[in-house]
Nanobody, 122 residues
Framework: QVQLVESGGGLVQAGGSLRLSCAASGRTLSNYAMAWFRQAPGKEREFVVDISRTGGSRYNNDSVKGRFTISRDNVKNTVYLQMNSLKPEDTAVYYC???????????????WGQGTQVTVSS
């Protein structure tokens, strides 16, 4: 079993930055691909970005590419999402997930965190 705990969310003005963390316990994260998802009010959960065990990343679309960066520290058993130039449309609950690289992007992660709220004011 892997327990994932997100942190780092909060309220920020448009143009600001936040760094989300996803800390794992139970097993080492180095065995898993990791992903960040987000769900805005009234919308479906959407894939944001993932990272393979060796560090390769894939981004959902151009809306976050160049602004968001995923990274992992397997020693600290933590995955990060650096979010810069935030926009009001980035407002959502952000979730991290762990699983197989072929599945985690599709929302079929084996483990999920409880989420952290990000609110971007205009």
């Amino acid at each position: 079993q892997v327990q994932l705990v997100e942190s780092g969310g909060g309220l920020v003005q448009a143009g600001g930055s936040l760094r989300l963390s996803c800390a794992a316990s139970g097993r080492t994260l180095s065995n898993y691909a990791m992903a960040w998802f987000r769900q805005a009010p009234g919308k479906e959960r959407e894939f944001v970005v993932d990272i393979s065990r060796t560090g390769g990343s894939r981004y959902n679309n151009d809306s976050v590419k160049g602004r968001f960066t995923i990274s992992r520290d397997n020693v600290k058993n933590t995955v990060y999402l650096q979010m810069n130039s935030l926009k009001p449309e980035d407002t959502a609950v952000y979730y991290c997930a762990a699983g197989d690289y072929g599945k985690v992007q599709a929302g079929m992660g084996d483990y999920w965190g409880q989420g952290t709220q990000v609110t971007v004011s205009s």
